[in-house]
C-alpha cells in the first residue's frame, strides 16, 4: 500500500505546539516526510533549550503519523533551533521507547547526573600521561584508521598506549583491531579495558550489539565518554589516543571541552572541502584551548595497485599548504593504498601487519612529530602537565 504524505500531515494536524497553541504543522515545526516502505521518518523544529521538556510532543507526533494508513513505525526526532552566537545548531534524537534500552543502564542513570553538571571539570585521568584527540571535520576521512595506526606508531616508537573509542555513534575500533567480547568489571562500575595488538581498547561497540540502533540525547554522549574515560582501569600509560566522533556539532565541542586533552590531531583529505571542514576542526580545538599537534592528509596520492606508480589524483598537497598557511605543524601524508584499506578494513592494521611497509613508517613517523610536539607543549604550559583528582 502507497502511504500518502497529505495522510501524514492532516493526522499531524491533530498534535498541538509547544504551548498547546495552533498545530504543528501550521507551525512549521515540521520536516519533510521521508517514507521508506512501511516506515516514516521526520524532524520537529523546536528550541534548544526545550528540546528536554517536549520530548511528550516528539511522542505525540510519532503516535499520530503511526496513526495514518499504512504506517507500520514512525520515528520523530527533535531539530533544535540555533540560538544566537552558538557554533552549531545541536540535533538532540530522542530515544523511542524500544530504543531506550539500547543505552546500557549505568549510562542511562549517569545521564541525568551529567546534564545537571555540564560542563565537567576538567581534570586529568590519574595514571595516563596524555590524552591526544583525532579528529576530523566530516565522515569517512580515515579518521579511525589513522587514530588505530597512530595509537600503533606511538606504541612503535616504545610508549605505552590505550585508545578510546569515542565514535559513539559509529564505533570502528573492534573491527580496526579485530576485538571482540565484553569487558569485565574489575570492581564496582569500574571496567577492564579490552586489548588487541598490545594497546588498551574501550569503545560503546563493545557494551553495545552492532546491530542494536543507538540513539543518543546530549547529556548521554558525555556521561557515556566520561564513563569510557574514567571508570575503566587503564593503568599507567604515556597516552591515551581518542578517537573522536566525525565532526565539529555540539556534542564534538562538549568532548573536546570535557575531556583533559593534551592535543589534537586533524585528519583531512586534500580535497578542498574537507579542508574547510578541517578548518572547522581546527577552530573547535582553539575555542577550547586544546594545542593543535598538526593535520594529518590521508588518501594524499594513489598508489596504483598495477603499475605501483603514484597518482595526486585529488590535487596532493591541500593539507600541508593549508597547515603552513594558518601556522600549524603538518604530520605527514598517507597516501591511498588498498593495503591500508584492506589491513584497516581486514582488523589488521598497517603498522602491525607491515611494520617494514613505507606506510607503517608514515605512521610512526607522524607518531614521533605528534609526540614531539605534546612535550614541546609541556615545556610551555604553565600549568601541571597531570592534575591529580
Ligand atoms: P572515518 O573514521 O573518517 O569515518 P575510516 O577510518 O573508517 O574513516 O575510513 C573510511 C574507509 O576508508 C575505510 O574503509 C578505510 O579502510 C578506508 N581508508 C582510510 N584511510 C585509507 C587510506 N589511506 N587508503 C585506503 N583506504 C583508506
Redo the contacts with the bound molecule.
Keep these: 500500500m502507497t502511504i500518502s504524505k497529505e495522510k501524514i500531515i492532516e493526522q499531524l494536524r491533530r498534535v498541538k505546539g509547544p504551548d498547546l497553541t495552533g498545530n504543528i504543522v501550521d507551525l512549521g515545526l515540521l520536516s519533510d516526510i521521508v517514507i521508506s516502505g512501511s516506515t516514516v521518518f521526520f524532524s520537529l523544529t523546536v528550541p534548544s533549550e526545550r528540546a528536554e521538556e517536549l520530548e511528550p510532543l516528539r511522542a505525540a507526533a510519532e503516535r499520530a503519523a503511526a496513526g495514518a494508513e499504512g504506517v507500520e513505525k514512525a520515528t520523530v526526532v527533535l531539530t533544535a533551533t540555533k540560538k544566537a552566537g552558538t557554533p552549531n545548531p545541536p540535533v538532540r534524537p530522542a530515544p523511542s521507547a524500544g530504543q531506550a534500552a539500547a543505552v546500557p543502564p549505568p549510562m542511562q542513570a549517569r545521564a541525568a547526573a551529567a546534564h545537571s553538571h555540564a560542563p565537567a571539570q576538567k581534570a586529568g585521568v590519574p595514571g595516563i600521561g596524555a590524552i591526544i584527540a583525532v579528529a ?1 571535520g566530516k ?9 588505530a595506526n597512530l595509537a600503533l606508531g606511538f606504541q612503535a616508537n616504545g610508549l605505552k598506549v590505550g585508545i578510546l573509542d569515542a ?1 559513539i555513534y ?1 564505533p ?1 575500533m573492534p573491527r ?1 583491531l579485530r576485538i571482540s567480547g565484553r569487558p569485565q568489571n574489575v570492581s564496582g562500575r569500574i571496567l577492564k579495558p579490552m586489548e588487541g595488538y598490545g594497546l588498551k581498547v574501550m569503545s560503546m561497540g563493545f557494551l553495545v550489539d552492532e546491530e542494536t540502533p543507538m540513539i543518543w540525547r546530549g547529556p548521554m554522549v558525555i556521561s557515556a565518554l566520561t564513563q569510557m574515560l574514567r571508570e575503566v582501569e587503564w593503568g599507567e600509560l604515556d597516552v591515551l589516543v581518542v ?1 573522536m566522533p ?1 565532526g565539529t556539532g555540539d556534542a564534538q565541542l562538549t568532548m573536546a571541552q570535557n575531556v583533559p586533552l593534551a592535543g589534537a590531531v586533524i ?1 583531512s583529505t586534500p580535497q578542498d572541502l574537507a579542508l574547510i571542514d578541517a578548518r572547522k576542526g581546527l577552530s573547535m580545538f582553539r575555542k577550547v584551548d586544546v594545542p593543535i599537534l598538526g593535520i594529518v592528509e ?2 594524499s596520492y594513489f598508489i596504483c595497485p598495477d603499475c605501483g606508480g603514484r597518482h595526486d589524483i585529488f590535487g596532493h598537497g591541500g593539507a600541508r599548504k593549508e597547515a603552513e598557511r594558518i601556522g600549524v605543524p603538518f604530520l605527514g601524508e ?5 593495503a ?3 589491513t ?2 581486514g582488523g589488521t592494521p598497517v603498522v602491525v601487519s607491515a611494520p617494514d611497509s613505507p606506510h607503517a613508517k608514515v605512521y610512526r613517523e607522524i607518531a614521533r612529530q605528534a609526540w614531539e610536539r605534546v612535550e614541546a607543549e609541556r615545556q610551555t604550559d604553565k600549568s601541571p602537565a597531570i592534575v591529580f583528582e
Excluded at 565522515?139 to 587514530?147: C, D, E
Excluded at 598517507?334 to 588498498?338: G, I, N, S
Design positions: 576530523s565522515g569517512g576521512v580515515g579518521k579511525s584508521t589513522t587514530a565514535d559509529g570502528s580496526l578517537d566525525p585528519v590521508n588518501m598517507v597516501p591511498l593504498d588498498m591500508i584499506r584492506e584497516s578494513d
